[in-house]
């Protein structure tokens, strides 16, 4: 019995030897993809969302790993997320493009970039060079890059007054008159509050509201954080208006702030 219980250790030690634990980078690697892209914790998904705008470079290798990886794009399952080629545009980081653009000319493109698709918010914030512009092509997404890179490029950014005026035409969504003055009045909030209106609001057609508000307003690179979040986690309509909103209000924000050039490292 003695000798038993003194060749326990023994046999644990080579039980793990045969079964050792998993490499901590290909933990890392599984967790970040699964918490970023599958996640029914929108507390989580946020924060890791956050992290990443914070420290691109950590997470850089993983996000790499998943463009790069083979597949099937005619099975949906398959297709990039959509959280993470925002997060990818929003790095700015040329690295990422070579695997992007080809993207493009596939019929998952076409197919998925009718109105506003984060493949091509992608495409153009990892951008590095000019000589992808192709209004001629008969590719719907890349004539849709085509206009977005040179509206990015040369946009220049808007005196305060002059952005009051373009909001004041914004077309808000609502069914009448009454609900047209109530989203006008969206345009006097500060900015945290409209993020807590579309993150949280009412309805939905509340939320895009705020979002369209957050589209003329937006000026700070926290409130373009806010809007990568509000991509990535909003709610779905038809039309796409309102990561229409969020997509814009972003690329709105970095010509203000005059970070509208070609991407970098």
Known sequence: MKKGILLLPLLFWFVFCLFPAPAPGAEVTRSFIERLTNNTDLADQESLIRAVVK???KYKPELLSYLKKPRNLDNEDEQPSSAVLYLVGFSRDKDYFPYLYP???TQ?????CIYFCGLVFAAVLTCPDKKHFDYRSHLQPIKDFSFWLNRFLNDKPSATLQKRKDAALAKFVAA????RFQAAKLLDYPARKLVGIAKS?????????????LEYLGESTETATDLLVLAIQGPVDETDRFVGACYRGIFNILI??????????
């Open 55 to 57: 420290n691109p470079k």
């Open 103 to 105: 993207l493009l000319k």
């Open 108 to 112: 998952y493109a076409k197919d998925s």
């Open 176 to 179: 009448d008159r009454r609900g």
């Open 201 to 213: 609001g009412t309805d939905r057609e509340q939320q895009i509201n705020a979002a369209i508000a």
């Open 256 to 265: 203000r702030t005059k970070r509208n050039h070609l991407a970098g490292n």
